[in-house]
């Protein structure tokens, strides 16, 4: 099956900063990538996503980006904002089947 | 309001005495999937069902048994509990299969099993 790696496992940055979170799967096969947060005692939300086809999307100061060749996609979330603090987690889905697999998460925290 | 329903939110059992958390969603979504939630381990998909009387095992499937009689729901059952499946349990829906349509959590069920 899908292997997912998610970096790094936390994250703290200062307030109007940027923050990167890493993805890399190894099943060529997958095809659809979202990202969910879940803040504390939440359930997880999708807040982006992206599929195979497209190298990059945006939604405000939220983007993705989409690397087939190394296997690779990362989150991107730009002027960090105090909520902007949670758990986030990038996920895998491969375009035969209908398992979703989830990165371990990454605890990013925004300092004011 | 179209939601997913996870019952009960939490529950401290004892191993071996069978337990049952539902799920119901009112979106008429098809695909239905469980998941557990670990520290540092991410979710992990448990099982899945893609219509009524249809599911498959996730990464994770041990020790569960899922059923599909009706569409809006999808119990998650534990025949004999054991301590190592304490852990929060979320059930999600969407429209359709995998990655056609976003995902939709419950609010999550907390499992403690002495």
């Known amino acids: 099956g899908e292997n997912v790696e998610q970096h790094p496992s936390t994250l703290s940055v200062q307030e109007g900063d940027s923050a990167v979170i890493k993805c890399t799967y190894s099943d060529s096969a997958s095809n659809y990538f979202p990202w969910y947060k879940q803040e504390l005692g939440k359930r997880p939300q999708l807040i982006i996503d992206i599929r195979s086809n497209v190298g990059e999307k945006k939604d405000q100061r939220i983007a993705v980006t989409l690397n087939k060749t190394a296997k690779h996609f990362s989150l991107h979330i730009t002027e960090t904002q105090p909520e902007d603090s949670a758990v986030y987690f990038c996920a895998a889905v491969i375009n035969t089947g209908n398992q979703f697999y989830f990165g371990t998460g990454t605890s990013l925290t925004v300092i004011p | 309001e179209a939601q997913v329903t996870q019952n009960p939110r939490y529950l401290i059992t004892v191993t071996g005495k069978k337990l049952t958390v539902t799920c119901s969603q009112n979106m008429n979504h098809e695909y239905m999937s469980w998941y557990r939630q670990d520290p540092g381990l991410g979710l992990r998909q448990i099982y899945y069902s893609m219509n009524v009387e249809v599911t498959d095992k996730g990464d994770v499937p041990e020790g569960y048994k899922v059923s599909r009689k009706e569409k809006r729901n999808f119990p998650l059952i534990l025949e004999s509990p054991s301590p190592n499946q304490t852990s929060l349990y979320f059930c999600?829906?969407?429209?359709?299969?995998?990655?056609?349509?976003?995902?939709?959590f419950g609010a999550g069920s907390r499992l403690t099993v002495l």
């Open positions: 999600a829906s969407s429209l359709t299969g995998a990655g056609a349509n976003v995902l939709t």
